[in-house]
Structure formats: structure tokens, C-alpha cells
């Protein structure tokens, strides 16, 4: 009985450790200063640091029923921190519209354009179409406006999507979320 425990106990051990490990930084991007107002700070955005060394991403965590995430904001309009339009139909969109990017491993080359998700926060809900990719494994350039590039647990989100959470607007920024596809 004690070897079958122990057995068990190692398997459970050896398969979290193997889903903790699941997703591991895939490289790294050395940061370099933008060149003047070249990176646009709108929602407190990061701007990229001369030397700073930035971890890439291929994936992201596992999707389950109810996957763990960090809610970031952004502006999906013309002139807005999300820069160039969206991957998915190559539009720009509202800020008063629930529109998300989401990390590369999760935005899974596409698979998810023009889908929608729920998100819940703040004993909320809201249902939100995924329309872009935060990417996780470029930045630092002209491309990704000299941001660096997006962690990979990252659900960026309109304003739309914050107000719908009822997050006062002194609290936008960061918000540990759970979000399922629909």
C-alpha cells in the first residue's frame, strides 16, 4: 500500500511539474530605445529600454474551462497604443466595443479571430470578440510601436471590456481574470 502511495504521489508531482513547465520563455529580445515619439504611451504602456533583456513566447498556459489570465488594456482605434489594425480583419475598432488581443499561444495563429470569449473578474462577466494578437514573440521595433513583447498569459482589452468588469478607471491597468471560449 505505502509503494502504491508513493507511486502515485511521484506521478502527481512528476505531471503538475510537466504542466508548470509547459510553457517556458522560447527566447529573448534585447530592448532598444524608440526613436522620438515613436512609442505611444496611451494606458500606460511600456516603452522598450536600451540593453533590457525580454523573454519571448511561443505558447501560452493551457486553455482549461476556466483559464487563469492578466487583463491589460488597450486602444484597438487609429492612433491608439494597439497601433497598426487588428491581425484578424485588418480593421480598427472602438474603444467602447469588447475587443481583445490575445497572447500568442492563445490567439493560436488565428484559430480564434472573430470569436468570442468570457471573461470574469470583479464578480462579472462579459463577452468579448478576440480580433488580435498581443504578440509574445517579437517587439522592441517599429512593427509592435517599441513595446516589448506580450507575456504570455496576457487578455488585452478595450475599455469596453473594463467597464463592462465595473473596474472603477483609477483601477485600469492590470486585473487577474479567468476567461473560457464560448
Known sequence: ??????????LATHF??????ACKPSGK???KNPPPGQCNQQ????????????????CSPSVSGSTKAVLTINSFEKGGDGGAPSECDNKYHSDNTPVVALSTGWYSGGSRC???ITISANGRSVTAM??????????CDDDHDYQPPCPNNIVDASKAVWKALGVP?????E????????
Request: negative net charge.
Open 1 to 10: 500500500m505505502r509503494a502504491l502511495l508513493f507511486v502515485l504521489l511521484f
Open 16 to 21: 503538475s511539474e510537466a504542466r508548470l513547465q
Open 29 to 31: 529580445i534585447i530592448g
Open 43 to 58: 494606458n500606460d504602456s511600456d516603452c522598450c529600454k536600451q540593453g533590457k533583456s525580454y523573454p519571448t513566447y511561443k
Open 114 to 116: 472573430l470569436n468570442n
Open 130 to 139: 478576440v480580433i488580435d494578437e498581443c504578440d509574445s514573440t517579437m517587439g
Open 169 to 173: 478607471e483609477d483601477y485600469w491597468g
Open 175 to 182: 486585473l487577474d481574470i479567468a476567461w473560457s471560449d464560448d
